[in-house]
């Protein structure tokens, strides 16, 4: 069975992929599925980023004769000290054209006067799933953590190198160990029930 991931970053593919490995699914990125598409993210919450991502390319998809099912997610960083942002503007919080240590260095700048204990955070990732009939899924995933004053580890993505969790940052985990316990993992997790759900039904009809 197909189901399209609304995104061609590598990073969330790979990620993606490692969890479906195993089942029945064959993930395929937009490009690996024909569509070219830049979804602009005008939603004021990751919710309804996401679900402006699965319905356009769903809505591609449908045009090019694929009754697939489409998995779009949004996800980012909320700090405590800065009411809830980056939020949905994580990615372009430094600048549409910013690299990940840009956007390290603007939050690091933007809370060093914030104290030890004060540096509280989350991950967030709203993941949202429509089946061949155009049913939408909403499922959120979270990760609690702090925000550290310098980066550490080399791996992850994004803002990983300071994002400490249960004592290291996301970027001091191997890939393996960050998929087990991610924001995106949570709210995947949820996902891969709900289509054992739908079919199992479908198996009953």
């Not at 989350?122 to 939408?136: E, F, I, S």
């Amino acid at each position: 069975m197909y189901l399209i991931l609304a995104t061609n970053n590598q990073n969330k593919l790979r990620e993606i992929r490692d969890i479906f490995n195993g089942t029945e699914w064959n993930v395929l990125s937009q490009k690996e599925a024909g569509i070219v598409l830049d979804v602009e993210e005008t939603g004021a919450t990751f919710a309804e980023n996401a679900a402006l991502k699965a319905k356009a390319i769903w809505d591609a998809a449908q045009q090019n004769g694929m009754s697939y099912y489409v998995l779009a997610d949004d996800s980012g960083l909320a700090v405590d000290a800065l009411n809830g942002g980056p939020g949905v503007y994580s990615h372009r919080y430094a600048g549409e054209n910013a690299t990940d240590d840009d956007r390290i260095a603007k939050l690091l700048k933007e809370l060093a006067d914030t104290p030890d204990g004060k540096r509280g955070a989350h991950y967030a990732c709203v993941m949202c799933l429509m089946d061949p009939n155009g049913q939408m899924h909403l499922c959120e995933g979270r990760v609690n953590g702090e925000i550290l004053r310098e980066c550490r580890g080399d791996h992850g993505f994004g803002y990983d190198p300071v994002f400490c969790y249960e004592g290291r940052s996301f970027a001091e985990l191997s890939f393996e160990e960050k998929n087990a316990i991610s924001h995106r993992r949570r709210a995947l997790d949820q996902i891969v029930t709900l289509l054992k759900d739908i079919a199992v039904k479908s198996e009953g009809e």
